[in-house]
């Protein structure tokens, strides 16, 4: 019951994620006006502004123009609500949920906004830096010199690559790196390692499809950093141990 009451929170982040998405890089409050239309303007009633069902039973359209609604709304709405039930999986139904679930929150936030400015916002990372070590001392006070200290190596290692590299990669990076360790500490290593191997990747991928124009295709770096984060989430510890196990 607890995970899925978990879910269901998801779901309802999920559907603020989708406001704070579309609205915080534009300007605009995240509380008024209520839920609208971007077509037609007229509000979003609610019956109307269920997660996900409410998209599905509207097959897509709002229901007073039947303009079509973008389908990353319930996209991002159930992938919230997977990640949640994921990381109450992963790290049990404990107080520290509310370290981790917020920290999950924004990775996806981050990586939507990334993906469509190529900017991840200060008024996003700064508060989710804040919120990360004053749950630490609240929930986990014995890891705060690890979140500290990861989170020092993890800015400064993205902070030199930015400077090696400013095409490729921003300062809203480097502030997200270490946010990251400040959350998962010593495991922000793994994680870290799968954005940069996930973006790799990608990279490559782009390159062999678009040949010479793939200079011209930027790829935002936070999607990777955010999918690193989550697997760092859920497999970091694990993935710690087995590196300390078999390589020191």
Do not use: Q
């Not at 690890?146 to 190596?153: E, N, R, S, T, Y």
């Not at 990076?173 to 959350?183: C, E, P, Q, T």
């Amino acid at each position: 019951m607890d995970v899925l009451l978990i879910g269901l929170l998801g779901l309802a982040v999920g559907s603020f994620l989708n406001v704070v998405i579309h609205r915080l890089p534009r300007g605009e409050s995240l509380v008024s006006p209520p839920s609208h239309c971007p077509a037609c303007d007229a509000p979003v009633k609610p019956y109307d502004n269920v997660p996900v069902l409410s998209w599905l039973l509207l097959r897509g359209r709002c229901r007073n123009c039947g303009a079509p609604i973008s389908a990353r709304y319930p996209v991002v709405e159930a992938l919230t609500a997977a990640a949640f039930v994921a990381t109450a999986l992963a790290r049990g139904v404990e107080d520290d949920l509310a370290l981790w679930l917020p920290f999950v929150a924004v990775l996806i936030a981050v990586a939507a906004i990334d993906l469509d400015h190529r900017i991840i916002p200060n008024k996003i990372v700064l508060p989710a830096a804040i919120w990360g070590l004053a749950a630490t001392v609240a929930f986990r006070p014995d890891h705060l010199d690890d979140a500290l200290i990861a989170g020092a190596i993890a800015f400064g290692a993205l902070l030199l690559a930015a400077l090696a590299y400013p095409a490729g990669m921003g300062m809203g990076d480097v502030k997200l790196a270490g946010v990251m360790g400040i959350y998962l500490g010593s495991a922000v290593a793994p994680a870290m390692l799968v954005a940069f191997l996930s973006g790799s990747l990608v990279g490559l991928a782009i390159i062999a499809r678009e040949g010479r124009d793939a200079r011209k295709k930027g790829v935002p770096f936070g999607p990777f950093l955010a999918f690193g984060g989550l697997v760092g989430v859920l497999f970091g510890p694990e993935l710690v141990d087995l590196y300390v196990d078999n390589f020191l």
